[in-house]
């Protein structure tokens, strides 16, 4: 149980509350609102010229195939940089904790990744395997013979953004998960030992479900870096192509409002990719939080 | 006591009108936003303050905004907060949005009000032609403009057998299918690469060959405007691209120009289409000989039009005080100079603006010195531009870009023959000049 808190007065209270009130007021509210408006009107960028259409922008997104296409691809995206980091993170998380030695430069090395903006982590894997410049796409080209070309193969391209966005969150992972392991008490894992465990039914009887609520809370930010913040890898990167095989709802409402400056367009995507992710959120909390165990 | 009071506010009086007789002698500051950064940037300083350094009354403070389409957003921001920029540098595509946008003073009606009488005619026609309205006045200052042309390697042609082609006369796309042919043969990687496709193979395609891009002259005589693109012609050279890409005569390399440029660099790619505003990267990189040509053409094309512009142009904005408008006017003014032009074109290689600059330059020999530096100067000055050639103007002109790459990459990748990728490019594109036509009725 929470204990409760008591003020004497109320008017402490919201005096407290006030200033936090007032931010996610003016830096959350306010420009969701004026998206909202955005969204039915139809305007030149500097705002001289404004009509309200009603809901035709968002008759015009959702009547375009490509903008179909586009929601699949980013479900398909977010999951798979999600699932990627997260696996990834936790396999790395489990076996620095087991490290013997060296448990702190493991850990710095590791971690370190996360500093390197979205960007320029979609820049070095560029350079890694770009067609054109790219060392890894020579080895694979000269030495495997792999027809590897993300700039013209759309699977290949998806694939470049999806390990280049999964490669950043990676740390980040990690590092929760490692807090996340060190909060097992070790007296479990070791009785479990005793009675003829092996490493692996360790990890799935004791270590997961004990991690659950780390992996839940990871799950939510992961899809949610993946639906918003990766747009600076794909910018970089492939820029939504080739033939809009990478182009995610997010990338979209950049191509549209900031490089288009089509407003009403690209303020009715966002309150779609917003509705979208407020979905994926709502159903994460109602049907899996329901399989995480938050006490031991 | 009182008369010293008197004194006292006398003396505090005239200290206030000293002061503020000391701020007006300072000089009217005019803001200028634009987006050249590294060499071009230093040139550009390098402008400001040789324009500071002339007079007394104004001082140019340009600022970077970040690239070409970060500055526009940055303007568009700051106008809704009536912080703008007297100056504003907007790329070619934002043209159409730049014009209708009601936020800005026209630099024909600028000059003219501020008592300059400019003669358009000596100006290059075929940069001005871009920024001009129906009735032939000048909207924006021509400012950084460049043009494709085609960089090819000379060693590589010289190892495949063949004649260096002539810096006037274009070569012919039947020729480049024997080029390419020997060039792959002789062990070239890739024959022909290209950066800016939409631009450079299809815009400047339709303007060399006097085709529209789309219809009301490319746009300029209405919001009314539909694409034009899907047209034998263009549909043609695309497939001509694309069954060159089996023997590796024609290889995709990226949108934009990073790609295409480091493959040409590399000495992977003979062919490389590519602004001229890229020579300063290939000087700089290429460890081989090579040398500029213009742009192909189809051999049935006897007088091929000029190619048209790409870069950027300066916008002057609404809003600013009258005797901040005489310093921006006297600012542009100088910028046409020639000695600014000149200096402007060698730092740069973007085109000098003036035809007496352009003379100048001629005589002081530099073209003898560098003669692929005026190729593409003299393919945008070889015919007087059309309603065809002299540029586009289409509103979200950026997202028909993207369009058009994107289905251009599908008939790279071979999920759309030429002929259905540009005709949904057409039904995508139109779609978005009804809905800007609809923004800005």
Do not use: C
């Not at chain 1, 005793?194 to 009887?205: S, T």
């Not at chain 2, 450079?200 to 490319?218: C, G, L, M, R, W």
């Not at chain 2, 002057?316 to 600014?340: R, T």
């Amino acid at each position: 149980m929470i204990k409760r808190s008591h003020f004497s007065s109320k008017g402490l209270a919201y005096l407290l509350i006030t200033p936090q009130v007032l931010v996610t007021l003016a830096f959350f509210y306010w420009p969701a609102v004026q998206g909202l408006v955005q969204s039915l009107m139809l305007s030149d960028p500097f705002g001289l010229k404004s009509q309200f259409v009603w809901f035709e922008n968002f008759q015009r997104i959702f009547t375009d195939p490509l903008y179909l296409k586009s929601i699949g691809i980013t479900l398909f995206f977010s999951l798979m940089t999600a699932f990627i980091s997260l696996a990834v993170g936790l396999f790395l998380g489990s076996m620095a904790n087991r490290a013997l030695r060296a448990k702190a430069l493991l850990r710095t090395l590791l971690i370190w990744p996360y500093a390197v903006a979205p960007a320029i982590s979609g820049i070095l894997w560029l350079f890694l395997l770009h067609p054109s410049y790219g060392v890894v796409a020579y080895f694979l080209r000269e030495v495997v013979g792999m027809n590897w070309n993300p700039v013209l193969n759309g699977n290949d391209a998806l694939f470049l953004v999806i390990i280049a966005s999964a490669w950043k969150q990676i740390s980040y992972n990690f590092v929760f998960f490692m807090a996340g392991l060190q909060a097992i008490p070790h007296s479990l894992v070791e009785a479990a030992a005793i009675d003829g465990a092996g490493p692996l039914r360790r990890f799935w009887v004791i270590t997961f479900p004990l991690l659950s609520p780390t992996i839940f809370f990871l799950t939510v930010m992961n899809i949610i870096y993946a639906f918003f913040e990766t747009f600076g890898v794909i910018h970089t990167v492939t820029q939504g192509g080739p033939g809009g095989a990478t182009n995610t709802l997010v990338y979209k409402v950049y191509q549209d409002g900031f490089i288009g400056l089509n407003m009403g367009a690209s303020a009715a995507q966002s309150l779609v990719l917003m509705a979208l992710i407020i979905t994926i959120t709502v159903l994460q909390f109602r049907y899996v939080e329901k399989k995480v165990q938050y006490t031991m | 006591m009182k008369i010293r009071g008197a004194a006292t506010l006398f003396s505090l009086m005239a200290a206030i009108v000293l002061f503020a007789g000391q701020a007006m002698a300072e000089p009217i500051t005019i803001e200028w936003w634009h987006a050249m950064r590294g060499a071009r940037g230093e040139t550009l300083d390098k402008m400001v303050k040789a324009f500071n350094d002339s007079q007394q009354q104004y001082k140019v403070v340009a600022v970077n905004k970040g690239d070409y389409g970060e500055v526009v957003n940055a303007g568009v921001a700051a106008y809704r907060a009536k912080k703008h920029p007297h100056i504003l540098q907007a790329f070619e595509v934002g043209t159409m949005t730049m014009m209708r946008s009601g936020a800005i003073y026209p630099v024909y009606k600028l000059m003219a009000d501020e008592g300059y009488k400019i003669d358009w005619s000596g100006y290059l026609q075929a940069v001005l032609s871009y920024y001009v309205d129906e009735k032939d006045n000048l909207l924006s200052m021509p400012f950084n403009s460049s043009t494709a042309v085609m960089y090819y390697n000379v060693d590589l042609f010289k190892k495949a057998g063949l004649e260096m082609p002539s810096k006037t006369t274009p070569l012919t796309w039947d020729q480049m299918d024997e080029i390419t042919k020997k060039l792959v043969a002789a062990g070239a990687k890739k024959g022909m690469v290209t950066t800016w496709q939409s631009w450079i193979q299809v815009e400047n395609y339709s303007a060399i060959h006097d085709i529209p891009f789309a219809t009301k002259a490319n746009g300029y005589e209405g919001l009314d405007t539909e694409m034009a693109i899907n047209n034998p012609k263009v549909i043609k050279h695309l497939e001509r691209l694309k069954s060159w890409m089996a023997d590796n005569r024609f290889s995709y390399e990226g949108r934009e120009y990073q790609g295409a440029n480091s493959t040409f660099v590399a000495g992977d790619a003979a062919i490389l289409m590519e602004s001229v505003s890229g020579i300063g990267n290939v000087q700089k990189n290429a460890k081989f000989a090579w040398d500029i040509a213009p742009l192909p053409v189809e051999a049935d094309m006897k007088q091929p039009q000029n190619s048209i512009i790409g870069g950027a142009s300066l916008w002057v904005m609404q809003g600013h005080a009258k005797e901040e408008y005489k310093g921006v006017a006297a600012f542009l003014n100088f910028l046409a100079q020639p000695d600014m032009q000149k200096l402007w074109h060698k730092e740069t290689g973007y085109f000098p603006i003036t035809l007496k600059a352009y003379e100048e330059l001629k005589q002081e020999g530099f073209f003898d010195k560098i003669p692929y530096q005026e190729v593409g100067i003299k393919q945008l000055n070889r015919t007087k531009p059309t309603k065809n050639s002299r540029g586009i103007r289409l509103g979200y002109f950026v997202q028909i870009r993207n369009i058009l790459d994107e289905e251009m990459e599908l008939i790279w990748n071979g999920k759309k023959t030429p002929a259905q990728a540009i005709a949904d490019a057409t039904a995508r594109s139109n779609e978005k000049l009804r809905e800007f036509e609809k923004t800005n009725k």
